[in-house]
């Protein structure tokens, strides 16, 4: 029941962020004005952010969190702090690149963090008090292995690799 539940709310979650993708779409967005500079500083400057947005999807993916941050011993509740922290401290070191990249990819790289942040309270406060932080990252793995639509950060990596294609063309 309770992986029926997890698995409607991350069906609910991916169908919010689908329509919010498609709305903002719609509305015309506001360009900041930026003083006029060579075109191939700018492509290069865009490109790297892309390059570490996609490293950041890829390092705040729940599996890839979870492996860097495994410390036996540790309880529910001091691993389920631990795996947040560590996720909004990747984001935090990367803030700056928003400058460099579209408001669509930027939200995406957002979306996912807000998303892995849910997961892991989701499951923290299904879980059993006593339950061990070996045991919560493994309900995580499992949570997320039993997704039939793929994994959001990899679906956030293909979008990010498509826009810098654009970029590059």
Do not use: C
């Amino acid at each position: 029941m309770i992986l029926i539940a997890l698995g409607l709310l991350v069906i609910i979650a991916g169908a919010y962020f689908y329509y919010y993708q498609k709305d903002k779409k719609e509305q015309p967005a506001i360009k900041p004005v930026v003083p006029a500079s060579d075109g191939v500083n700018d492509k290069q400057l865009k490109l790297q952010a892309y390059e570490r947005l996609v490293i950041l999807a890829e390092r705040i993916a729940l599996p890839n969190v979870i492996s860097r941050n495994n410390e036996p011993g540790l309880d529910k509740r001091s691993m389920q702090q631990l795996l947040t922290q560590a996720i909004r401290h990747e984001f935090d070191y990367n803030l700056s690149q928003q400058i460099y990249v579209s408001t669509e990819a930027w939200d995406a790289i957002r979306n996912l963090k807000e998303q892995n942040i849910h997961i892991i309270n989701q499951l923290a406060s299904i879980l059993p008090p006593e339950t061990s932080g070996v045991e919560f990252n493994k309900k995580i793995i499992e949570f997320i292995m039993s997704q039939p639509q793929g994994s959001m950060h990899t679906l956030v990596q293909e979008a990010l690799s498509y826009e810098a294609r654009k970029l590059m063309s």
